[in-house]
């Protein structure tokens, strides 16, 4: 229905694209459009207590704070994601939230990233299926998710304005896949928009990236939500996609708007447009339940979460789990004040709160406490460091809690150093000389230095993990849950290893992503560097042998995918959870990439002794790659090796595959080379008939002269030796430059209509 029929002016329009004080919308009922609550995400629902002026980081009611993304990627677990989701949407449904802010799916491109915490993975693949199932879980509830902060939002350094300088494979394959997984797989209603620059372009108003891609290629069907204060021109927001300014802008952007579409800057079909949207998100969060939600339920599903993602790094001779009769030394401030949550907008109040030191007391009789180290004065304290040592001597078991403080990681601030605080390091070291069976537990929102693992005979990493982590720290320590999760994130030996080191957090306002598309592992595995601890990487206390693996190729009717099985025993003497990685090489060579990537998972619980035959399937265009010139998705024919493996590096079986799909021809276009132009059958045999005819027929056809130069005739006959070594020398020679060579046979206005000419033709081969 036409927004002019229920007499809305410009001015009353753009005031309901625009929040209406920090978190709500304004609502029209005569436009039919609701007025929308919005609250972050991802990790629960902070809904702010009171007064919503200002940026509201204080208050907010209780929910259940459920383990950080960091820690839920490390699951590799869809099934919890969307559990998770589901309970996190039920919370907010029950708050009258209409768009829970998340989940976070920016790419970890260097350890340093201060959010990132708040995000999944280096891989988009992981990124991509986990955020899709939290995305399902939400909008279960009715609730509206919204991935963010789309796109290449990878550095807290000038957030709000640093200039991302990266090429459009990249763009594609590392920081867009798993907002297009998402979008394409669970629909999300709202998508937030970031604070950056692309390539000189504000994320939040880019048409190329909100409208050609996101809408055109994807789509998406909802409402683009700017990330909280991204945008600076609201007409050119709006003009490029963004349906919705947040929080509200003291009337800026309404002014902005009315000016633009008083100016022509802005149809008025685009903002009617935007209207529909925020209509139609108003529709469907209607139907939220608002019913109770079940606090302890959550409080163990937080558990349970938690529990699945915590890595055991390191577990010489099975020194883990501890047993619970012998006595146990727990050292260090962090089992008793824990680093559960990440610092900024993803901050929770939690329903309740466990610690390590109370749940480890409460089932371990004779169990022990010393600080070791202090969280409020960072210095070493030769006293506690003292204390510790001397329990860790009096006991039959150590475990010492060491992780990052909270200043270390949040919102707002990329970390400088992956060490860990100098007190927990001293006290570390004294530790360990007495007592080299050490148990390390490490609480952190990203990736630190471990050289010290060495001189540990354990390392467990249990993340940020929620307000249940304490809990969830005992059940696995104790043997009660067997670790199963898998780093989603590469642990360098030294940050200059890193893909980013160099290139960032960049200077003058930009960064350059040189790095390109090795990022994380890709990276690792490609310049042949020795991680610390690799991606997928992570043990048990059972062990899994992999067997009868098959690969074949499965032509349905959206194209070519890839069938894997293969048979996976859980061969020690206690039940477990595998996660099952499949890695593929390509050997086709024909354009450069990664050493190789993750093209699919499946984690798997199996008992004792039990087997079990798993398939795997890789989707049509899982094998593609992005290609630059043609701007499309292309899959190369030859040789992949596909790696099944326990980790990136731990690579159990391989097999080849034989992809006979056709070469991928991109047109010639009147700016392609020579080489590029010889390589098209179409192209290279429209050209063969120009050398060929020389000056032929009136001017404007292939083959004739420019006018005014000199015609010049077929030339003589050319040997295939003459013609190879012609083609090294001119072969980057652009076709429509081929004119400005003396008695050339075609001038630049005939390399453009010689490649509509390939274009025709190459049409008619196939039919079109
Ligand atoms: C953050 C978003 C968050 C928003 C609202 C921004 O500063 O980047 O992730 O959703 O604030 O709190």
């Known amino acids: 229905m036409p927004f002019e029929d229920h007499g809305l002016d410009p001015a009353r329009k753009a005031a309901l694209l625009t929040g209406e004080g920090m978190w709500q919308t304004a609502g029209s009922a005569e436009a039919g459009i609701r007025a929308l609550t919005l609250t972050d995400g991802p ?12 940026p509201a ?11 950080a993304e960091c820690a839920t990627a490390s699951s590799w677990d869809p099934e919890l994601l969307e559990e998770l989701g589901r309970a996190a949407g ?6 009258g939230v209409d768009v829970l802010l998340g989940p976070g799916l920016n790419i970890k491109r260097s350890p340093l990233g201060g959010r990132n915490f708040e995000y999944f993975s280096e891989d988009p693949l992981l990124t991509g299926a986990l955020g899709a199932a939290w995305t399902r879980g939400v909008q279960s509830c009715r609730v509206a998710a919204s991935p963010k902060h789309f796109a290449a939002n990878n550095q807290e350094t000038g957030r709000m304005t640093v200039d991302v300088i990266v090429d459009e494979r990249t763009v594609r394959e590392i920081y867009l896949r798993a907002f297009e997984t998402v979008v394409k797989e669970a629909g999300p209603w709202t998508v937030m928009a970031a604070y950056n620059r692309i390539n000189g372009f504000h994320a939040a108003q880019d048409p190329w990236l909100l409208t050609r891609v996101l809408r055109g290629e994807w789509g998406f069907d909802g409402v683009v939500v700017s990330d909280w204060g991204a945008v600076t021109d609201r007409a050119a927001a709006l003009a490029a996609g963004l349906d919705l300014e947040m929080p509200s802008s003291s009337g800026l952007g309404p002014r902005e708007l009315v000016a633009g579409l008083e100016a022509g800057l802005v149809s008025p079909e685009d903002v009617d447009a935007s209207l529909d949207r925020m209509r139609e998100l108003g529709r469907r969060t209607a139907g ?43 050292i260090g401030e962090l089992a008793r004040t824990p680093r559960y949550q990440g610092s900024g907008s993803s901050r929770v109040n939690p329903t309740r709160l466990s610690t390590p030191w109370s749940a480890l007391s409460e089932r371990v009789p004779q169990a022990s406490f010393s600080p070791g180290y202090s969280l409020q004065d960072l210095a070493p304290d030769t006293e506690l460091i003292e204390e510790a040592v001397r329990a860790a001597a009096g006991a039959d078991q150590v475990a010492l809690f060491l992780g990052l403080p909270d200043a270390a990681e949040t919102e707002g601030l990329d970390r400088s150093t992956l060490q860990l605080p100098e007190a927990q390091l001293r006290l570390l070291d004294a530790v360990a000389r007495t007592r080299p069976d050490v148990a390390v537990i490490l609480a952190n929102g990203s990736v630190v ?30 043997g009660d849950v067997n670790p199963s999760g898998k780093l989603a994130e590469t642990f360098p030996r030294r940050l200059e290893d890193t893909p980013a080191y160099g290139n960032f957090p960049g200077e003058a306002g930009q960064v350059r992503y040189g790095e390109g598309l090795l990022v994380g592992y890709r990276w690792f595995d490609t310049r042949k560097l020795e991680p610390a601890f690799p991606f997928g990487h992570g ?28 048979k996976l025993t859980n061969s020690g003497a206690v039940e477990g959870a595998e996660v099952v990685q499949l890695y593929v090489a390509s050997l086709a060579g024909t354009a450069p990439r990664a050493e190789q990537e993750l093209r699919g998972f499946q984690r798997v619980s199996l008992g004792p002794g039990e087997s079990r035959t798993l398939s795997l399937e890789l989707p049509p265009g899982s094998l593609a790659r992005f290609d630059p010139v043609t701007r499309t998705w292309v899959t190369d024919p030859g040789t992949y090796e596909l790696r099944a493996g326990s980790s990136s590096r731990d690579i159990r079986l391989t097999a080849a595959l034989e992809l006979t799909v056709p070469v991928p021809q991109p047109l010639p276009t009147a700016s392609s080379t020579l080489a590029e132009w010889m390589q098209h059958p179409v192209g290279a045999a429209v050209l063969a008939e120009v050398f060929a005819a020389g000056a032929a027929s009136g001017p404007g056809s292939p083959g004739a002269p420019a006018p005014g130069a000199p015609a010049v005739g077929a030339p003589g006959p050319v040997s295939a030796d003459q013609a190879a070594q012609m083609l090294t020398l001119m072969g980057s020679l652009p076709l429509e430059r081929l004119g400005r060579f003396p008695g050339s046979p075609l001038s630049a206005d005939q390399a453009t209509q010689l490649a509509r000419l390939v274009a025709e033709r190459a049409g008619k081969e196939q039919g079109h």
């Open 288 to 330: 939220r339940t608002g019913e109770a939600p079940d606090f302890p339920a959550h409080d163990a599903l937080a558990r349970r979460a938690a529990a699945a993602s915590m890595v055991l790094l390191k577990n010489d001779a099975g020194l883990l789990p501890f047993t619970p009769g012998a006595s146990l030394a727990v």
């Open 539 to 566: 043990l048990s206390y059972t062990d899994f042998s992999y067997s009868d693996l098959t690969v074949s190729v499965a032509e349905g009717a959206g194209g070519t995918g890839v069938q894997v099985q293969l």
């Open 57 to 67: 980081l204080g208050e907010s009611r209780p929910a259940t704070c459920f383990p």
């Open 449 to 478: 230095d471990t050289a010290w693992a060495a001189d540990t005979a354990a390392v467990l990493e249990t993340w940020l993990p929620g307000q249940a982590g304490g809990d969830a720290v005992a059940d696995v320590l104790l």
């Open 90 to 95: 039920r919370e907010a449904a029950a708050y």
């Open 43 to 54: 990790h629960g629902v902070r809904l702010a207590a009171g007064d919503d002026a200002g």
